[in-house]
């Protein structure tokens, strides 16, 4: 019903930055919290940062002073701006996004396909 669409993934070495972005899209949906995913093979998905629409953020302590969430809300567009990269973040990145459709009560939440970072040298 949302559809997202991440980007900005790829090959970093460690210690090199990276921007994720992803942008939601769908008629008569209110985008209310954004949030960011990862999850690497044999490991457990893991949420690594919320941002609401009033802007306020949280973080897995993971990423704490490494990574960044953003928004821009006239774009339906959640960001994540990934500094000091470690192998460790080597991962599969998900983009979410918690809606509801207008002038109703339905809501729920959506995940986009995901995009590759790694972390190697």
């Known amino acids: 019903q949302v559809q997202l669409v991440e980007s900005g993934g790829g090959l970093v070495q460690p210690g090199g930055s990276l921007r994720l972005s992803c942008a939601a899209s769908g008629n008569r949906f209110s985008i209310n919290s954004m949030h960011w995913y990862r999850q690497a093979p044999g490991k457990q998905r893991e949420l690594v940062a919320t941002i609401t629409s009033a802007g306020s953020t949280n973080y897995a302590d993971s990423v704490k002073g490494r990574f960044t969430i953003s928004r821009d809300n006239a774009k339906n567009t959640v960001y994540l701006q990934m500094n000091s990269l470690k192998p460790e973040d080597t991962a599969v990145y998900y983009c979410?996004?918690?809606?509801?459709?207008?002038?109703?009560?339905?809501?729920?939440?959506?995940w986009g396909q995901g995009t590759q970072v790694t972390v190697s040298s």
């Open positions: 979410g996004a918690d809606w509801r459709y207008r002038d109703t009560t339905r809501f729920g939440t959506d």
